[in-house]
């Protein structure tokens, strides 16, 4: 499909919260692509700017931002610029979110990973009890206040046009036992699912359809580096879950944000590419 055939989000104004690398940043220049202006936000500059860059290689305009979407206060900041640079937001991508990557994290992974693949005593893997208060609360001030901080103020622009998509980033963690390794993660990611589907009730009629996509494994350089430092046996642990025998690209992924925020009559659903892993 050439770029000219895709401009289907033509004169539509978006924003990508957590842009500045992985999926989200492949997730604002395809939503470029299809014509969007697109805004941007993160706290990681550097990488941030690059996204920016790409946008703007893309042919659109672009609007790169630092926020913390934990504070309500960055996030009301940020809505306040856009208004400004844009004057309204049609669609917003809630994909900032901390996820499970720090030594003790891959500890926990590549030990369920095991549990789940091989031969071994059913027992208790100790991940909930063992965590700390501090674990817990950080991933719900990202994966879940700062959907609803976002959600809050794009709303306060959307429902007064009628017109607007939301995209939820969710995961298989939110409504699977695929990542039992990271309860923290899970909580929050069905957190989100079940925010999606109370606000895609509540805003449906006002023409604003709220969505969530929920990923499985993500070809990101984070997970590039993990698989390589996993080796070979226990990558191939992994792929006993995997139908599909590969994690889905960013691209992939990206491409379904796009359908989401075009013309579909889709609310409220959670759209799962996962290769095969939760069927």
């Not at 937001?89 to 990973?113: G, M, Q, S, T």
């Not at 379904?256 to 996962?274: E, F, K």
Request: glycine share 8%.
């Amino acid at each position: 499909m050439t770029q000219n055939q895709r401009k289907n989000l033509q004169g539509r104004v978006a924003l990508v919260t957590g842009a500045g690398r992985g999926m989200g940043g492949a997730i604002a220049i395809d939503l470029a692509m299809a014509g969007a202006h697109v805004m941007i936000c993160d706290i990681d500059m550097p990488a941030l700017e690059q996204t920016r860059a790409a946008v703007e290689a893309a042919g659109e305009q672009c609007l790169a931002l630092r926020c913390d979407v934990s504070s309500s206060i960055e996030v009301d900041n940020m809505f306040a610029a856009i208004a400004e640079r844009f004057g309204t937001l049609h669609i917003l991508v809630n994909n900032a979110a901390l996820v499970p990557n720090r030594p003790i994290d891959v500890e926990r992974r590549n030990k369920h990973y095991a549990y789940i693949t091989s031969p071994v005593p059913r027992q208790s893997l100790g991940f909930t009890s063992h965590m700390s208060d501090e674990d817990w609360h950080r991933y719900w001030d990202v994966n879940v206040h700062g959907v609803f901080y976002c959600t809050r103020e794009a709303l306060k622009l959307m429902e007064p046009q009628r017109d607007g998509k939301i995209i939820n980033i969710a995961s298989i963690a939110g409504f699977s036992a695929m990542s039992a390794h990271s309860p923290n993660y899970c909580a929050t990611k069905g957190a989100v699912i079940a925010f999606t589907k109370s606000v895609a009730a509540e805003v449906a009629g006002a023409n604003i359809f709220v969505n969530a996509m929920a990923p499985g494994g993500v070809a990101t350089p984070e997970f590039t580096e993990y698989f390589a430092a996993a080796g070979k046996e226990k990558r191939n642990q992994f792929w006993q879950v995997v139908p599909a025998g590969r994690l889905g690209t960013m691209q992939e992924y990206a491409s379904t944000v796009t359908y989401l925020a075009g013309d579909h009559y889709l609310v409220g659903q959670v759209i799962s590419p996962n290769g095969g892993v939760v069927i």
